[in-house]
């Protein structure tokens, strides 16, 4: 299916009615709650659908989903998600930026979760083992691999000696993975300037601060926000010359120069996984918080030879993919 079609698929699903309380109705419903857009996470939803229908459900048969995206506005998630605990949900999918909202609206209902995070060390869970309450998840490990980001760019700009690292202040891992690139930079002898945005005018003025900066290298953080725009993202980075690297594979096929980070598409069927399950009676508190195990490394030679950088052979031969 393209991505075309599946965020028109997505639209229908969305506007389905659900006249009676999920808890009152033959068919459940699960809530799909997102702090971006239909359009940048349409195909990832998608895999989620495929996780039901490994688990025997069926979106539009045997289960419902209710949709519900803020668009990049994080402060609309609380009203979101109380629209979804007033309709009485089965079981609510979150991820980074909604699973705070959703764990503050309700202790009852079902959560499962999608974290760039530490569950625990955030405060969501008790446990990765036995997770506790009403919530359960998976962890992608974007804050554990923000230094790998790092050490992978120095590789290959060696000569680099300033690092430019962009963060949206409003995702709730903002604190964490600032705190961890700082750490990294400190043990590699780099000075790292740290970046906000949150919205597309401070991308603008966040890439024109870099020639200032004198930045020889951009680290991308983790977030929702980024991830709805790794099309402009890349296109930015090109256009002020500045090697950069991102979590996902869409970073360096629109022509950013590397991705490393897990696979989106898998973490989302997991939870699709996890839903199912729950909706046949395991609960949340039994369900282990996974993490990441597939990570991959994408360079793109293309956007290297633009940038006048030469890929050093060990470095291209531990990618996963190659671009050319």
């Excluded at 009852?108 to 974290?115: A, D, N, S």
């Excluded at 898998?266 to 508190?285: H, N």
């Excluded at 918080?289 to 030679?301: A, D, G, H, R």
Aim: charged fraction near 20%.
């Amino acid at each position: 299916m393209r991505r075309r079609e599946t965020i028109t698929l997505l639209g229908g699903c969305a506007a389905w009615p659900v006249t009676v309380g999920a808890q009152q109705s033959a068919v459940p419903v699960v809530g799909f709650l997102n702090g971006s857009s239909a359009r940048a996470y349409g195909y990832v939803a998608a895999a989620f659908g495929q996780g039901l229908r490994d688990t025997g459900y069926v979106e539009g048969r045997n289960v419902l989903v209710e949709y519900r995206w803020a668009e990049d506005h994080y402060d609309r998630l609380p009203t979101l998600v109380a629209d979804l605990v007033r309709r009485q949900v089965n079981v609510i999918i979150a991820n980074t930026q909604a699973a705070p909202a959703a764990k503050a609206a309700t202790a009852t209902i079902p959560i499962v979760f999608l974290t760039a995070g530490d569950p625990v060390r955030d405060g969501l869970v008790a446990s990765l083992n036995r997770p506790g309450g009403n919530l359960t998840g998976h962890s992608i490990l974007s804050v554990e691999l923000g230094p790998k980001r790092l050490e992978l760019l120095r590789e290959l700009v060696p000569t680099a000696t300033v690092i430019a690292f962009l963060i949206n202040p409003t995702t709730p891992t903002a604190e964490a993975q600032s705190r961890s690139m700082q750490a990294a930079a400190r043990n590699l002898g780099l000075q790292l300037h740290v970046l906000h945005a949150s919205t597309e005018r401070d991308l603008d003025t966040a890439f024109a601060s870099l020639a200032q900066l004198q930045a020889g290298g951009l680290v991308i953080g983790g977030d929702a926000f980024f991830v709805s725009r790794s099309e402009q993202l890349a296109a930015l980075a090109l256009r002020h010359a500045v090697p950069a690297i991102y979590q996902f594979r869409a970073f360096a096929a629109a022509g950013g120069l590397m991705s490393y980070g897990g696979d989106l598409m898998d973490a989302y069927r997991f939870a699709g996984v996890y839903t199912g399950r729950i909706l046949k009676g395991e609960k949340p508190a039994d369900l282990p918080i996974q993490q990441s195990t597939k990570v991959e490394l994408i360079i793109n030679l293309k956007t290297a030879k633009v940038l006048g950088l030469t890929v050093p052979l060990p470095l291209s031969g531990r990618a996963d993919e190659l671009i050319e």
